[in-house]
């Protein structure tokens, strides 16, 4: 250190915070272990929920009824399919893709 007046250059102020070692490495691991904005948008996906079993379109893939409240889907035959409230029409793929679960799966 290049020390001028008797005060090194590089010198921290007394009573100033300087994480060291442990501390700094914790803080580092916090950082990025904090999930983005972005994956909790992704993990709380919102669905389109439709009216009629035909306006949700889903092609080759099955349709099912979802359950917004309890994010989980039920398939045609099933459990409350077509009965719970608040719910909708949706594909499956859609649905898991979501993170709605099957009904009777834990």
Known sequence: MIEAQG??????PAG???PRGQARLLATLLVAATPSVASAQQTHATLTLYKTASSAACGG????WVDPKTQTYYLKGKGLYAKTTPGGYNCRQQAEAAGYR???SR
């Open 7 to 12: 005060v090194a250059r590089n010198a921290v």
């Open 16 to 18: 100033a915070y300087r």
């Open 61 to 64: 893939d099955q349709t099912v």
């Open 102 to 104: 099957a009904s009777g």
